[in-house]
C-alpha cells in the first residue's frame, strides 16, 4: 500500500512557475515508477509526465515538453514536477500516482495509487 499526498498547488499568472512535489508512504517507493496527471473540468484526466523507478528514464506529454521537468529523490520518497511559462491552458487538478514497476506508464489505467490532487490556476 502507498499512500501520495501532493502540495505546492496554486494561483500564478501566465509565464510563471510553480513546483508540485508528492510524498510517498512506505519503505518501498523505490519500487514504483511514478506519473504527474490532470484534469480540467468537463475534460478527462490526461498524461503530464511519467519517470520510471531508478529516475534515468522521463517522459512528457507533448504540451508540457520543455517546459515541465520530473525528477524523483528515491531517499526522500519523493516526486517532483517542475512547471515553467505556464500557461491559462495547463490549469486543472494535478495528480501523482505509483505503478508497481521498473519501467515509466503513460496509460493513467495502470497505476496503482493516487493521491488527492492539488489545483494549479494560470491566470492570463
Known amino acids: 500500500q502507498v499512500q501520495l499526498v501532493e502540495s505546492g498547488g496554486g494561483l500564478v499568472q501566465a509565464g510563471g512557475s510553480l513546483r508540485l512535489s508528492c510524498a510517498a508512504s512506505?519503505?518501498?517507493?523505490?519500487?514504483?515508477?511514478m506519473g504527474w496527471f490532470r484534469q480540467a473540468p468537463g475534460n478527462e484526466r490526461e498524461f503530464v509526465a511519467a519517470?520510471?523507478?531508478?529516475?534515468?528514464?522521463?517522459r512528457y506529454a507533448d504540451s508540457v515538453k520543455g517546459r515541465f521537468t520530473i525528477s524523483r529523490d528515491n531517499a526522500k520518497n519523493t516526486v517532483s514536477l517542475q512547471m515553467n511559462s505556464l500557461k491559462p491552458e495547463d490549469t486543472a487538478v494535478y495528480y501523482c500516482?505509483?505503478?508497481?514497476?521498473?519501467?515509466?506508464?503513460?496509460?493513467?489505467?495502470?497505476?496503482?495509487?493516487w493521491g488527492q490532487g492539488t489545483q494549479v490556476t494560470v491566470s492570463s
Open positions: 500516482a505509483a505503478v508497481a514497476r521498473a519501467l515509466l506508464v503513460v496509460a493513467p489505467s495502470v497505476y496503482d495509487y
Open positions: 512506505g519503505r518501498t517507493f523505490r519500487s514504483y515508477a
Open positions: 519517470i520510471n523507478r531508478s529516475g534515468g528514464s522521463t
